[in-house]
């Protein structure tokens, strides 16, 4: 069992940026394991979008068009981390923010959720 836990939101200007992190702690099989990991977005009101996408294995990653250009998605494996850098936020960023890992090769079943840090941008 992997539990993840995020931190690094927070209350920011318009333009400005944040680096969340989500660390990754249970069995080391388990955590060598995940096939890939996502970053997801809650805004006030509305469903749950993914807005960030990392393979483990290859690196590649994947990004909504919102976000395309503004945000990097990264790993550390040595210290079993995930970031999302953000940069250039602008008000329709803020939401809570989640990190999840999925075992399975469709990168749809994310079995393993985080709590959330929370993200707000002012204008």
């Known amino acids: 069992q992997v539990q993840l836990v995020e931190s690094g939101g927070g209350s920011v200007q318009a333009g400005e940026s944040l680096r969340l992190s989500c660390a990754a702690s249970?069995?080391?099989?388990?955590?060598?394991?995940?096939?890939?990991m996502a970053w997801f977005r809650q805004a006030p009101g509305k469903g749950r979008d993914r807005v960030a996408t990392i393979y483990t294995g290859s690196g590649s990653t994947s990004y909504a068009e919102s976000v395309k250009g503004r945000f990097t998605i990264s790993r550390d494996n040595a210290k079993n981390t995930l970031y999302l850098q953000m940069n250039s936020l602008k008000p329709e960023d803020t939401g809570m923010y989640y990190c999840a890992a999925a075992w399975k090769t469709s990168c749809q079943d994310f079995a393993a959720r985080g709590q959330g840090t929370q993200v707000t941008v002012s204008s």
């Open positions: 249970g069995y080391t099989y388990s955590i060598y394991n995940i096939y890939c």
